[in-house]
């Protein structure tokens, strides 16, 4: 079952054409990774796909709900965690759990125990009342991840979530993502590191508004007689011609 689906997605910014009649699809449960080199375009795509900005033309479906007629309820079926914001520094680590799931419009009695639960899962019972801020970057993208998914919602979009994080933290978070996944959960996720692009069951990577290839890592290494998707990227990479941001 697909549960995002892209439609000749286009967004201009008068004359600049950010994203170009893209299309794809992803399956439930599925990782994907959606790459490309600053200025791509995946920004301003993931922001029409999580119901932020409103194609030029085009068409796109995210569980179900139309992304431009149905935004609000897109919404509130998926989970979004950002590297630059996804918690608040000054607010104690149980205080943000139940903050976002109050947005999430979780009830009462079950934030609660699902709190309880998640801090015990995490090691985090001794943190509860810790102020974020002062968390190691490893622990806050953890705790990050695990308040995005933590209304279980269809697909959690992840927006260069392990920036800054040591490759020993960056293991355990793709442990979760793996977690997650296994739970139906589908994960959309950009990333820079292109070992961790190793890790997506399919991968996309943009060229100036465009996708110019779409498959599994596997695949897209055998193709492009590569080693590694790091030279897969700087392959594609090297064939854009635009540097707007």
Known sequence: MNVIKAENLTKRFGNFTAVDAISFEVKKGEIFGFLGANGAGKTTAMRML???????????EVAGFDIEKQSEKIKSSIGYMSQKFSLYGDLKV?????????IYGMPEK?????????????GFQKERNTLVKSLPLGWKQKLSFSVAVFHD????????????VDPSARRQFWEMIYEASSRGITVFVTTHYMDE?????RVSIMVDGKIEVLDSPSNLKKIYSAASMDEVFHRMARKAVRNET
Do not use: M, W
Request: contains cysteine; charged residues 25%; hydrophobic residues 30%.
């Open 50 to 60: 999580c119901g932020l900005s409103s194609p030029t033309s085009g068409r796109g």
């Open 94 to 102: 149980y205080e943000n759990i139940r903050l976002f799931a109050g």
């Open 110 to 122: 079950k934030i609660k125990v699902r709190t309880d639960e998640l801090l015990e899962k995490l």
């Open 153 to 164: 919602p269809q697909i959690v979009f992840l927006d260069e979530p392990t920036g800054g």
């Open 197 to 201: 692009a190793e890790y997506c069951h």
